[in-house]
């Protein structure tokens, strides 16, 4: 890995292979790593969630006083509001990360990203949270708090909190199982070699694992190391960014969906086309110091 200075933003360029030992980092802050893999994941739903149950908990306690019927539209408009956000955004996901492939190849692969991707765990969690857990805890919060100024108010809060940690921990531990059964699969059903395994989802989640270790720092993945379009995309929908040594680098991240302007050019030996090509791709002119 190599560290690069463009315009004063930190990046973190990954290699095949290099062994260059770069500048002493600080310390990565685990806690703000975690946060910010929180929020990439989950940080939209969550508030979308939060507003769309604390708008049902005040219509069902607003009808006939009932913290049962308060709870129960409260759960339902909550998931309502997280799912939605989650879909959206997992059908974006799974269409960058499907964009080499067409007709019904790409809808079934989409469909599969978006399962082992998002929605198994999600749908592991939610089967014990949304006819139980939440139901339950905002319910039985708003009740034991009831007797305080503004407890109803303050045991849905209390309450709602309490599932989000019950939910992200089975979310979490789902999330492992589908890994690990996905691995042992893939273990489980090797070819005869000579032959190249290929897992872009693998390629993403160990991209992620170290933009939660560097926060503050874009990453960017070196075209050169593994230019197949399968992986670029992957790698893009996760939020990473790409290093390019050639204009058939700079294609490929741009097919992958990368925004010109992102794409690291670090190729000083054939700087005089530049200009040129340059301006057809929209590429940006930053200057790149080691």
């Given at each position: ?15 095949a ?33 939060t507003?769309?149950?604390l708008?049902?908990f ?7 006083g ?9 759960t ?26 067409g ?84 273990t ?85 086309a ?10 940006s ?6």
């Open positions: 890995m190599s560290g690069v200075s463009i315009d004063g933003a930190a990046v973190a360029i990954v290699t292979g290099s062994a260059e030992a770069g500048p002493a980092t600080p310390v990565p802050d685990r806690a703000a790593g975690w946060w910010r893999a929180w929020r990439d994941r989950f940080g939209l739903a969550e508030v979308c969630g507003l769309a149950a708008a049902g005040a219509f069902g306690y607003a009808q006939d009932s913290l049962l019927a308060a709870a129960a539209l409260a339902i408009c909550e998931a309502i509001g997280f799912y939605g956000c989650i879909a959206v955004k997992t059908g974006a996901a799974a269409r960058r990360a499907t964009a080499h492939l007709g019904w190849r790409r809808l079934a692969a989409g469909a599969w990203h978006a399962v082992r991707e998002q929605l198994a765990s999600c749908a592991v969690a939610e089967t014990v949270d949304g006819f139980l857990v939440r139901p339950g805890c905002m319910a039985g919060a708003a009740w034991l708090l009831r007797p305080l100024p503004g407890g109803v108010w303050l045991g849905f809060a209390v309450g709602k909190a309490a599932a989000d940690v019950a939910w992200y921990g089975l979310e979490a531990s789902a999330r492992r199982g589908v890994s690990r059964s996905a691995g042992a699969a893939r489980g059903a090797r070819p005869a070699t000579p032959y190249l395994a290929l897992d872009p989802a693998r390629g993403a989640e160990r991209f992620r694992e170290l933009a939660a270790a560097l926060p503050g720092v874009a990453v960017y993945d070196a075209v050169k190391a593994n230019p197949d379009p399968r992986l670029l995309a992957c790698l893009h929908a996760a939020g990473c960014r790409f290093e390019a040594a050639s204009w058939t680098e700079v294609r490929a991240a741009v097919k992958a969906g990368a925004d010109p302007g992102t794409v690291l050019y670090t190729n000083p030996a054939i700087r005089a530049v200009p040129s090509t340059a301006t057809r791709h929209r590429a002119g930053s200057s790149a110091r080691t």
